[in-house]
């Protein structure tokens, strides 16, 4: 169901109504929908930075990578272990980081073979991302906004997505309904362990995260989805590379070591841990 209703203002917080090229408030503010179809819901004040998230380059490499189906295994994960009580009643969803969107899209079409009917919005800070993500699915919409502060209201979702992301925990819960669902999925202790042996001397050792929980959410169900897949060419190796953090955090003599290989093994190890908005948490 594509839908840009039930949006707030990222000035003023008040509701956003729609007409065919642009979402207005009540106080005057406008913003046009780009081409594709996508809102840019992000006012340059809140903007740390000119091109905020990923850049282009690393849109374009994640789009290359993801779209081989390596981590197909990570969306069938989702999609098996999204609590079914859950699914009844056409589930609003947000991707909050959605990147080019290849999860809300391949879930979307999960959830149509199996006849679900939903609502799937995705924000990402980046304008790439949400050009690239608005022309791949025209079944769901999307925003350019932040996580940080959401421009939609209080309890508009019954279940927030943050997938290799960054979590704003307050702004989840506030947008969530009650007993609302949200799903983290993060890199484990072996994901991609090959090549970060090739790019640093050592690798850091793995610190587990939420290991004391998140206030405001109970743990419902914790999974890890572990397998191995190998890249047969330098160009793919290039296009993992560039869509992960290692892109600027590794050394130059480790980025040289990574450009001489012409295919490596690597293992998989990716967490998804589904949490609950608990009762009686406060909308802000
Ligand atoms: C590692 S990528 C993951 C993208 C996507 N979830 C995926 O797994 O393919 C992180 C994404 O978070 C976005 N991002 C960074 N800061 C953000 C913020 N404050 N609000 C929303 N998105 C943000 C980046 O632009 C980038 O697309």
Known sequence: MLTLENLSCPIDSEPLSRDAASLKCKNGHTFDLAKTGYVNLLPVQNKRSKDPGDNKLMVNARQ?????GYYYSV???IFSSYPEDAL???PRILDAGCGEGYYLDKLGEL???QGIVNERIGLD?????VTAASKRDKTASWIVGSNASLPMPNER???V???FGFPVFKEFARVLSANGLLLLVESGAEHLIELRRILYPSVHEYKPTYADGIEGFELLCEQVETYQFSLASQQEIQNLLVMTPHIHKASFEG???VKQLTSIDLTADVKLRWYRKMTGVESV
């Open 64 to 68: 290359s990578f993801l779209n081989q």
């Open 75 to 77: 969306v069938e994960a």
């Open 88 to 90: 009844g009643d056409s």
């Open 111 to 113: 959830f149509q073979i």
């Open 125 to 129: 800070i980046s304008k790439w991302a």
């Open 157 to 159: 979702f019954d279940a």
């Open 161 to 163: 997505l943050c997938l």
């Open 255 to 257: 980025r040289e070591a």
